[in-house]
């Protein structure tokens, strides 16, 4: 069983910047891949970024690469998401997810552990 509980959502201003931290516990935490996930008011979830196991390969969703970096920090079990220039459209609750498996996904159905989640709200 893994626990995994977000923090760090607020409002912003266009073009600022917000750090997502993601604190996981229980279960192996640093023998599998990490995502971010977002999900709009009216919208479907969808995948923001990834990170492998050891940390060192991403993967990030087109509308976000260049400005999100997801990391990973195994001595604390958490996982990171730095946001910056952000935009309106950016403004979702945001969900950090945990696979069981070695590989990266870019699918929701691919997670089997999920954070509540952590609104982030971008002012025009």
């Known amino acids: 069983q893994v626990q995994l509980v977000e923090s760090g959502g607020g409002l912003v201003q266009t073009g600022g910047s917000l750090r997502l931290s993601c604190a996981a516990s229980?279960?192996?935490?640093?023998?599998?891949?990490m995502g971010w996930f977002r999900q709009a008011p009216g919208k479907e979830r969808e995948f923001v970024a990834t990170?492998?196991?050891?940390?060192?390969?991403?993967n990030y969703a087109d509308s976000v690469k260049g400005r999100f970096t997801i990391s990973r920090d195994h001595a604390k079990n958490m996982v990171y998401l730095q946001m910056d220039s952000l935009k309106p459209e950016d403004t979702a609750v945001y969900y950090c997810?945990?696979?069981?498996?070695?590989?990266?996904?870019?699918?929701?159905?691919?997670?089997?552990?999920w954070g509540q989640g952590t609104q982030v709200t971008v002012s025009s």
């Open positions: 997810a945990a696979r069981t498996y070695t590989t990266l996904s870019a699918y929701s159905s691919g997670y089997k552990y």
């Open positions: 229980g279960r192996t935490f640093s023998s599998y891949p």
């Open positions: 990170i492998s196991q050891s940390g060192v390969v991403t």
